[in-house]
């Protein structure tokens, strides 16, 4: 049983992997934090979940936020006494990346695509990732990291709507009924939400296609309302980039 850690820009996810089956997940506002808050938090959030510490053998964790993982990686060293992995420092992902300058690929990014390939192997792969940014990234059928494309999240463009403009407020994340909103709620509703899938499916079709034929999959916070709507999206697994941690942490 390992720790798996996703940082990322809004919340930060743990989840508890036996193997790459995913035993209890909790997640928390993504923020710097003393290594004292840090390890008490943690701590309090496997009690709540009934996992012993001891029963943990280690940690991984990925993160796109520079800011919090030093904070992070001294509160996982004290509490498990273990030192933990951390993508980007020389763990063996088995992908070849295949962009210009492949540092500067995100790591959520690259943890998304080995999850990808090793439940899809053997086929072109477009991993839609609905987080703060949502992210497609394209695989190749030879397990190759190509690239993708990078675009507003659901949220950012919900969270802008409401500050640059005078009089619209701030709406919940919901499938209209229909696309002509009979108020100002649902007009913004339906011009988030259906203008969001058909964002989603262009761009995941034109990967598509640049692929030669590819698998489409979803993943992150929104994967399975805004997966449903979609009209290119197979499959939705919500916990991809837990899977893909524990992959990494198994293959170092």
Known sequence: MILAVDVGNTNTVFGVMVGTEVQHTFRVTTQVRTTDETTALLLQLLAHRGVAV???????????????????????????????????????????????????????????????????????????????????????????????????????????????????????????????????????????????????DTLARRCREELGGAKVVATGGLANLLGRASEVIEEVDAHLTLRGLALLAERN
């Open 54 to 200: 001891s029963s943990l053998e280690g940690a991984i964790l990925s993160s796109t936020v520079p800011s919090v993982v030093f904070g992070l990686e001294k509160a996982l060293r004290s509490t498990l006494d273990r030192e933990p992995m951390v993508v980007g420092r020389g763990l063996k992902t088995g992908m070849k990346v295949r962009t210009d300058n492949p540092r500067e690929v995100g790591a959520d990014r690259i943890v998304n695509a080995v999850a990808a390939r090793h439940l899809w192997p053997g086929t072109a792969l477009v991993v839609v990732d609905f987080g703060t940014a949502t992210t497609f990234d394209c695989i190749n059928a030879k397990g190759e990291y190509l690239g993708g494309a990078i675009a507003p999240g659901f949220r950012i463009s919900e969270e802008a709507l409401y500050a640059r403009t005078a009089q619209l407020p701030r709406i919940e994340v919901a499938q209209p009924a229909t696309a002509i909103g009979r108020n100002t709620v649902s007009a913004m509703q339906s011009g988030l939400f259906f203008g969001y899938v058909g964002l989603t």
